[in-house]
């Protein structure tokens, strides 16, 4: 079977080093080499202590690889601000794109682009890598079967610790994000905000709160809050910069018949669902459900790699997308 043509673009992004180990290490695609435009930046990296800047083909020239119709597939790792600037560039060159989270900062701008690939039956696919983890699956299974009844309650935290400043990589520091309006919450929250459109559709109303808790020399949002409102319900995700190792991340649902809790995230272990009647394999009470603790981005990238060569559509289509930015998007204004 005929390999993908795949490259990827930029290193400024947090997830930008797991995805290149991924797709150097694939055996399903040819890796083509990696395009960093900010040439401080990659020579920062070609002087670091990591191997895996060295072995790899640097691109010098975009053009040459755009224009190439051989090649498949962008990865597009840019920093958030210059993320849809890239996206734009490939979708017009005819490239499928795994653009990772969150779709940039102008939802116009990705909702513009998003047209074009549609247009052109062109893939843009996010890379929010819960989407795939075994836990989530089936939260999100659960949820829909009936066994919580009717759902009332989405909780959501998913904190981080960042420096205020990061000399290997100021786009992950406090000082990068403070650009962001939400700081914190503008570069996780789209995690949690996947899983929460996916259950409940589109809120009605939001409400947001940030603060700055603890950072000193700059204005950012370090502890952040953001109450979404159904017909029905209501969802909390609570977001800081400022949480200890280990991280307490944690994922709950209440209905009315039942309850379902996720913690840690990573690693994956199991799920606590709390039902008030017997259903199906599920015994009233208490019941435990082993996860299993998967790699990031393995199964992502196999799912979007036979979607490409199958031509069919993910059940996270580009409607969701846009769902999810442009909630985001609206998290940070309401």
Not at 121 to 138: A, N, P, S, T, V
Not at 222 to 228: E, Q, Y
Not at 279 to 288: D, E, H, L, M
Not at 297 to 318: G, M, Q, T, V
């Amino acid at each position: 079977m005929k390999k993908f043509e795949v490259f990827q673009w930029g290193t400024k992004h947090g997830h930008s080093k797991g995805w290149l180990e991924l797709l150097t290490d694939s055996k399903k695609i040819n890796f083509n080499g990696l395009f960093e435009p900010d040439l401080e930046r990659k020579n920062l990296l070609l002087d670091s202590k990591d191997k895996i800047w060295n072995n790899i083909t640097w691109i010098d020239k975009i053009d040459r690889v755009l224009k190439n119709k051989n090649i498949d597939i962008v990865f597009i790792e840019e920093s958030n601000e210059k993320s849809l600037e890239a996206l734009e560039i490939c979708i017009d060159n005819n490239k499928h794109v795994m653009l990772d989270k969150p779709a940039g900062n102008n939802y116009k701008k990705f909702e513009s682009i998003v047209k074009k690939a549609k247009q052109k039956k062109l893939i843009i696919e996010l890379g929010y890598m819960f989407r795939q983890h075994d836990g989530f699956k089936k939260i999100s299974q659960l949820s829909k079967s009936g066994i919580l009844g009717e759902i009332f309650m989405i909780r959501a935290h998913m904190s981080t610790n960042i420096p205020e400043k990061n000399a290997q990589n100021e786009n992950i520091s406090r000082t990068g994000l403070s650009k962001f309006k939400g700081g914190i919450f503008y570069d996780l929250a789209g995690h949690m905000i996947d899983q929460i459109c996916w259950i409940q559709g589109r809120p009605k109303k939001i409400k947001s709160f940030f603060k700055n808790s603890a950072t000193k020399n700059i204005e950012f949002s370090d502890n952040t809050i953001s109450v979404f409102e159904y017909d029905k319900s209501m969802a909390i995700i609570d977001i800081s910069a400022l949480e200890i190792s280990p991280l307490a991340r944690r994922f709950e649902i209440y209905g009315t018949k039942g309850s379902v809790i996720m913690e840690p995230f990573e690693p994956a272990k199991n799920i606590h669902l709390s039902i008030n009647k017997n259903f199906k394999n599920f015994n009233k009470g208490v019941n435990i459900i082993k996860i299993k603790d998967l790699p990031r981005y393995k199964k992502s990238l196999d799912l979007f790699l036979k979607r490409i060569r199958n031509k069919f559509i993910s059940e996270y289509d580009l409607d969701h997308e846009l769902l999810v930015q442009e909630t985001l998007m609206r998290s940070l204004e309401e």
